[in-house]
Structure formats: C-alpha cells, structure tokens
C-alpha cells in the first residue's frame, strides 16, 4: 500500500500562533516536539507552549470605542478641503464642537483622539485636509468674535556667529479675516506675552471678544486644565 502525504514541511513558527499547525506537521511525521526549546525561543513559559499546541484560541479584545467618534463625520466636515475655516489649533476645533455640537470631553481627551486618528492628526501635523464629505459643515465667526492665540516655545536658532538661542515666536490670528501678527522673543514670561497681545490689540484697532489659545503656561496665574480667555 502507497500513502501519499501533503505535508508542508518548509514551515517557520513565528509566534504561539502557530503551534497549532505545527503540531499536526509532527504529528504527520511522527517527531517528537521539543516544547522547552520553543518555550525558549518564544520567551515564554512551557506550559503556554504546551496549551497553545493543545488548539488554545485567546479571547480577541474588543477595541474600546470613544464617545468622540459620534463625531467623526463632523470634525471631518470642518477639516475637510472645502472648509471655509482653518483651524490652527486642536483646542479651537474642541471648543467649536463643544460650543455648537454638544461634546461633552475634556480637551486633553480630544487631542488624544486627534492623535490617534492619522487622517486628522495629519491635518494639524503635516498640514493636509482631507477629502471633502457630503453636507460640510461651514465654520464662521463674526467680525470682531473671536482670535486665536498660540506660542512656540524654545525653538533652537543658531546665529550667523555659530552660536545656539533658544527663541520663542507668538502668533495672534484673526479668525474671521485670518489678519495675523507675530512677535519673537528671548523671553516666554507672561508680561512679555501681554506686551505683544497689547500691542497688536492696538494694532488691529480693537479688541476681541473671545481670545482662543491652547493650554498654555504662559497666559496662567494658577495652573488649570480648560482655559478660555475672554476679554
């Protein structure tokens, strides 16, 4: 009598996985499985080894969802290519949907979904909106409404002379008209902020209502974790 196999012999076992396909290809060729030589390589105990070779299938975890995601359709409405709005900052798209669609997070909670979502995370990162979805959402401030404020913080600049500065650059913009104004400093106390906040007040000929800025130490007396500034 002629037996004919279909045997894979050419097999690697890459993790725990595996084992169980591994087995039978022992089996089918009757060799002894050395279980402490793969608990070894593997790095873990022979006795997962052994229960994994046995056909243990672990429990697939569910991916926790975010109560944010209800909101994806939205956020991706607004940092979408046919968005007449440019949000600048994580904070100032938080506070809009907080202000106009009822999300109920803390901005520390918000960013993180940001961050973890490539196609926004991209948007503020690497400057890239994303395809445009049915029914966008416009953003619109009124004249006088609204600024947006943000400060980079210890940027390294080395001078014509070789030597190294740390520099600080604020940015105050105009969310109606997108008017900004800049201001670099050796210093980051917060009278120098108020100093160039004042000037360009002056400059832009007025003040506005509602001053949007993220969560900066600079702008604080006390530390807190939700900032607005209104004026």
């Known amino acids: ?83 007449k709005q440019v949000f600048y900052y994580r904070r100032v798209l938080w506070q809009y949907l907080k202000d106009n669609h009822g999300l109920e997070c803390g901005a520390s909670t918000f960013r993180a979904y940001i961050a973890r979502t490539p196609e926004f995370n991209a948007y503020f990162t690497e400057d890239k909106r994303i395809a445009s979805p049915k029914g966008t959402v416009r953003f619109e401030t009124p004249p006088g409404k609204q600024a947006q404020l943000d400060w980079k913080e210890n940027i390294l600049y080395e001078t014509k002379d070789g030597e190294q500065v740390e520099i600080n650059v604020a940015a105050l913009i105009l969310s109606t008209s997108r008017i900004r104004t800049f201001h670099m400093s050796i210093s980051k106390s917060q009278s120098t902020l108020f100093s160039f906040l004042t000037e360009a007040f002056e400059a832009f000929g007025g003040v506005p209502a509602e001053l949007l800025t993220d969560n900066m130490r600079t702008v604080m007396d006390e530390a807190r974790t939700e900032l607005v500034c209104q004026h």
Do not use: C, W
């Open 1 to 83: 009598m002629y037996l004919s196999l279909n045997v894979d012999i050419d097999f690697k076992v890459n993790s725990l996985s595996d084992l169980t396909k591994f087995k039978q290809i022992m089996e089918h060729m009757k060799m002894k499985i050395n279980k402490s030589k793969i608990a070894e390589e593997l790095g873990v105990d022979r006795r997962t080894v052994d229960k994994y070779l046995n056909g243990f299938i672990p429990k697939r975890t569910r991916k926790k969802s975010s109560k944010i995601d209800e909101y994806y359709e939205v956020i991706a409405a607004l940092l979408s290519e046919d968005s």
